[in-house]
Nanobody, 126 residues
Framework: QVQLVESGGGLVQPGGSLRLSCAAS????????IGWFRQAPGKEREGVSC?????????KYADSVKGRFTISRDNAKNTVYLQMNSLKVDDTAVYYC??????????????????WGQGTQVTVSS
């Protein structure tokens, strides 16, 4: 069955870095776009980043993380990464990876994701 398992979260000071990993199984990772989402307490879930199946084209980023976060994938390792630099207190949230139902990232919305991981907590605090 399809499984997505996030790891790499933790507590970091403002300005610090973390790298999240999303280990995928049960489907051919190289045939689907993968997205990262986050949900802070009391807020709705929001899209953070998306990468297409073969990394063609530019990855997609939310305005709030552009220039600080980098998404990448290693299909041979069945893993997608989210490198997070210059972290801010506002980045505190549970981060989820999700499998899209198609190969590409929609330019205009964050829809089309059909499987989700269980999430990993990222806390940015001094």
């Amino acid at each position: 069955q399809v499984q997505l398992v996030e790891s790499g979260g933790g507590l970091v000071q403002p300005g610090g870095s973390l790298r999240l990993s999303c280990a995928a199984s049960g489907f051919p990772l190289d045939q689907y776009a993968i997205g990262w989402f986050r949900q802070a307490p009391g807020k709705e879930r929001e899209g953070v980043s998306c990468i297409s199946s073969n990394s063609a084209g530019r990855p997609k980023y939310a305005d709030s993380v552009k220039g600080r976060f980098t998404i990448s994938r290693d299909n041979a390792k069945n893993t997608v990464y989210l490198q997070m630099n210059s972290l801010k207190v506002d980045d505190t949230a549970v981060y989820y990876c999700a499998k899209n139902s198609v190969t590409y990232c929609s330019a205009n919305d964050w829809r089309g994701y059909d499987y989700w991981g269980q999430g990993t907590q990222v806390t940015v605090s001094s």
